[in-house]
């Protein structure tokens, strides 16, 4: 005891003083990001307040409007090939610079942007929410939380991640010491899907200004009111801890100026589809440029019969109506133990017939919009054929008031029952607020349930046996698995995200993902320099020696035989050999 007793003591004066010094106010500077164009408090034009009706024809322009109102955002160009590559020219020049800046400044940098976001919680929600449809509550939490979650990680363990890692050198080369570098790859190119626009912006932009590198992003076309504006904090954030300007650009368009993004750039991470992804895969192949894919999922919620009913149908409402279900990783597919199947449909139900959609901002609904209108119909065609099959919806919950015969792009949360794996609803990736319930009798049939698709992002399983859930969870084919939770792996932003099969391959997040972001570069040098160099033995310099052979034989032995006295026999012939001065002359006898 009286050993542990100055342990416990330096422990606990290392936990206050550590507490002491996050009361002392941090010397982080404010900026001031001009968001006069974006804000809606009635002093904007009338010109730019008409309803939009989504045109499904491409023109030089990216056209802007919120989904929840129609109401009509403004416009901005479509690059061409040529301004894409003048975009990352500028950044590569930006990034030169940037390389050589130190850890601290890198900090300041997040510092100034976490203040920033805590400062400015409501603007970056509105601006998502009228962009993209979602609730305030929703852009919250996959907006702002993930993000701050990303920064405070990269604050405390960014620098620790990308600081040479020392290795084993091995026994051949015990005289040298091993270690990894991460440099920067140069200008990473980032193009990202529309579901969380704040967040998806930020998280490639983090890892890879972090780890010194520069970006350039293309944001989707859904979405490029609002990156329009996120990028200017950034920017901004950048310009006051001294950052070279470009260094980070977002690019807007379609297809095309995608397309010349890839072949732009050093490294491409990409959040989309499965399709698209393919495709950026076939144009990185000719400049041989590394990809990340996350391409989202059908992510199966498995509910054994040894759960709180109660307390998991809430979880599982959010999971599947988070952001009108628009998740990558949302819960797609529900399977539920036969014992507990009715009762957990009808808790399910219950809630979800709570549940009203409509416009966000107005703050009496639970539940937004859907993005884009072409995607409401795809939702509804989904729906038509589980019921055309032999489904059966159970319970929907409501939309508000929208006037009869409008334009409008919502879609009620969706309880459906007696579907089946044949059905194109529990196969394709719905992105919507539909929860498709099936059950299951045993542990290995909801196994085979869960791994019975072509994507593989995350799991999630229940059981009241924590055991058992991850017993489960280990044989799903799946990147991310959660046990007793939903997508609480993503906020714990050290963890690597990402999948396998259809839901693409490579992580962002985590120290995987900002290592993804960097030249992995090994270096060995000698040890003891200049006292002890490498040095080729007699037996194999030029011209080798007859022994030359015998010679490795033997050092193999020595170094890696798995009976110690037959080392210690190898090492013995090594250095007769090494000490044999006839060893080179044999040779020389034997050619002439």
């Known amino acids: 005891?009286?050993?542990?007793?100055?342990?416990?003591?330096?422990?606990?004066?290392?936990?206050?003083?550590?507490?002491?010094?996050?009361?002392?106010?941090?010397?982080?500077?404010?900026?001031?990001?001009?968001?006069?164009?974006?804000?809606?408090?009635?002093?904007?034009?009338?010109?730019?307040?008409?309803?939009?009706?989504?045109?499904?024809?491409?023109?030089?322009?990216?056209?802007?409007?919120?989904?929840?109102?129609?109401?009509?955002?403004?416009?901005?160009?479509?690059?061409?090939?040529?301004?894409?590559?003048?975009?990352?020219?500028?950044?590569?020049?930006a990034q030169k610079v940037w390389a050589k800046s130190s850890f601290k400044q890198r900090r300041q940098f997040l510092r100034i942007l976490l203040k920033y976001i805590i400062e400015h919680q409501q603007l970056i929600c509105e601006i998502s929410s009228r962009d993209t449809g979602k609730t305030m509550v929703d852009a919250s939490l996959g907006e702002i939380m993930t993000t701050c979650e990303k920064i405070t990680w990269m604050l405390s363990e960014g620098e620790r991640w990308l600081r040479p890692e020392y290795r084993c050198s091995g026994r051949s080369m015990l005289h040298k010491t091993s270690r990894v570098e991460f440099h920067p790859l140069g200008v990473i190119g980032a193009i990202v899907s529309w579901n969380y626009p704040f967040h998806n912006i930020f998280n490639p932009m983090l890892a890879a200004v972090f780890s010194g590198n520069g970006i350039v992003i293309k944001v989707s076309e859904n979405a490029t009111w609002s990156g329009c504006f996120y990028v200017r904090i950034i920017q901004t954030a950048l310009a006051a801890v001294g950052a070279p300007e470009n260094l980070v650009e977002v690019i807007t368009g379609f297809a095309e100026t995608g397309e010349a993004l890839v072949s732009s750039v050093d490294k491409i991470i990409f959040v989309g589809s499965p399709g698209v992804g393919r495709m950026i895969m076939r144009n990185a192949a000719e400049p041989l440029i590394p990809v990340t894919l996350e391409l989202g999922?059908?992510?199966?919620?498995?509910?054994?019969?040894?759960?709180?009913?109660?307390?998991?149908?809430?979880?599982?409402?959010?999971?599947?109506?988070?952001?009108?279900?628009?998740?990558?990783?949302?819960?797609?597919?529900?399977?539920?133990?036969?014992?507990?199947?009715?009762?957990?449909?009808?808790?399910?139900?219950?809630?979800?017939?709570?549940?009203?959609?409509?416009?966000?901002?107005?703050?009496?609904?639970?539940?937004?919009?859907?993005?884009?209108?072409?995607?409401?119909?795809?939702?509804?065609?989904?729906?038509?054929?589980?019921?055309?099959?032999?489904?059966?919806?159970?319970?929907?919950?409501?939309?508000?008031?929208?006037?009869?015969?409008?334009?409008?792009?919502?879609?009620?949360?969706?309880?459906?029952?007696?579907?089946?794996?044949?059905?194109?609803?529990?196969?394709?990736?719905?992105?919507?607020?539909?929860?498709?319930?099936?059950?299951f009798s045993t542990d290995e049939e909801a196994v085979m349930l869960a791994n019975d698709s072509k994507y593989g992002l995350g799991c999630a399983v229940f059981s009241g046996s924590q055991r058992r859930a991850r017993n489960i969870a280990s044989q799903i084919n799946c990147g991310v698995a959660a046990i007793n939770d939903f997508a609480s792996n993503y906020m714990c932003q050290s963890l690597p995200f990402g999948g396998v099969k259809d839901s693409g391959f490579g992580r962002f997040a985590g120290v995987e993902g900002l290592r993804a972001c960097c030249l992995v570069k090994s270096v060995v040098e000698d040890r003891w320099w200049p006292l002890i160099k490498t040095k080729i033995p007699k037996p194999i310099q030029y011209p080798i020696a007859e022994n030359g052979f015998e010679f490795q034989e033997s050092l193999v032995e020595a170094l890696y035989g798995l009976n110690v006295w037959d080392r210690l026999r190898a090492l013995v012939n090594v250095l007769k050999?090494?000490?044999?001065?006839?060893?080179?002359?044999?040779k020389n006898v034997r050619n002439d």
């Open 1 to 93: 005891m009286a050993f542990w007793w100055p342990l416990l003591v330096i422990a606990f004066a290392f936990a206050i003083c550590k507490f002491l010094l996050m009361l002392i106010p941090s010397n982080v500077p404010s900026i001031d990001v001009d968001a006069s164009d974006v804000l809606d408090d009635g002093t904007q034009p009338r010109e730019n307040s008409f309803i939009y009706i989504p045109s499904r024809r491409q023109t030089d322009k990216v056209q802007c409007y919120e989904p929840a109102t129609m109401k009509y955002l403004g416009y901005f160009p479509a690059l061409k090939p040529v301004e894409v590559k003048e975009r990352v020219a500028q950044a590569r020049k």
């Open 297 to 439: 999922g059908k992510d199966p919620f498995i509910v054994c019969e040894d759960v709180d009913v109660s307390h998991v149908a809430q979880i599982a409402a959010r999971a599947a109506l988070q952001s009108s279900g628009q998740n990558c990783a949302g819960a797609e597919r529900f399977y539920v133990h036969k014992g507990i199947y009715s009762s957990f449909v009808a808790e399910v139900v219950k809630i979800v017939k709570t549940v009203t959609a409509g416009p966000p901002l107005s703050g009496k609904y639970d539940m937004g919009a859907i993005c884009m209108q072409q995607h409401s119909e795809r939702l509804q065609s989904l729906v038509n054929d589980a019921l055309d099959n032999g489904a059966e919806i159970v319970g929907r919950g409501s939309v508000g008031n929208i006037a009869e015969g409008a334009v409008d792009q919502y879609f009620p949360p969706t309880v459906i029952v007696n579907v089946n794996h044949k059905m194109k609803l529990m196969q394709e990736e719905a992105f919507g607020p539909i929860m498709p319930i099936m059950k």
């Open 577 to 586: 050999i090494l000490t044999d001065k006839n060893s080179s002359s044999n």
